[in-house]
């Protein structure tokens, strides 16, 4: 029987799609876990950078930033 060439190359394909999913797969879950904590650290202000747009704001004076910066430096 002749197959015309399509029966040579399908045991490959079987063989490889599999690992294309799972690798597909473990790809997802690594970006997406990379992401949440991407996200995570984001969201952390140290109190120098508080205090830094605090004092952008205008709502502390110059000589309030300056002695709690010293203190925070401590």
């Given at each position: 029987?002749?197959?015309?060439?399509?029966?040579?190359?399908?045991?490959?394909?079987?063989?490889?799609?599999?690992?294309?999913?799972?690798?597909?797969?473990?790809?997802?879950?690594?970006?997406?876990?990379?992401?949440?904590?991407?996200?995570?650290?984001?969201?952390?202000?140290?109190?120098?950078?508080?205090?830094?747009?605090?004092?952008?704001?205008?709502?502390?004076?110059?000589?309030?930033?300056?002695?709690?910066?010293k203190m925070l430096?401590?």
């Open positions: 029987m002749m197959h015309y060439g399509y029966r040579m190359g399908l045991p490959w394909l079987f063989m490889f799609l599999p690992l294309l999913i799972v690798g597909l797969m473990v790809y997802i879950i690594v970006r997406l876990v990379q992401k949440s904590n991407h996200n995570a650290g984001i969201q952390k202000n140290s109190a120098l950078d508080i205090l830094n747009e605090r004092f952008a704001r205008g709502e502390i004076s110059e000589e309030e930033y300056e002695r709690k910066k430096r401590e």
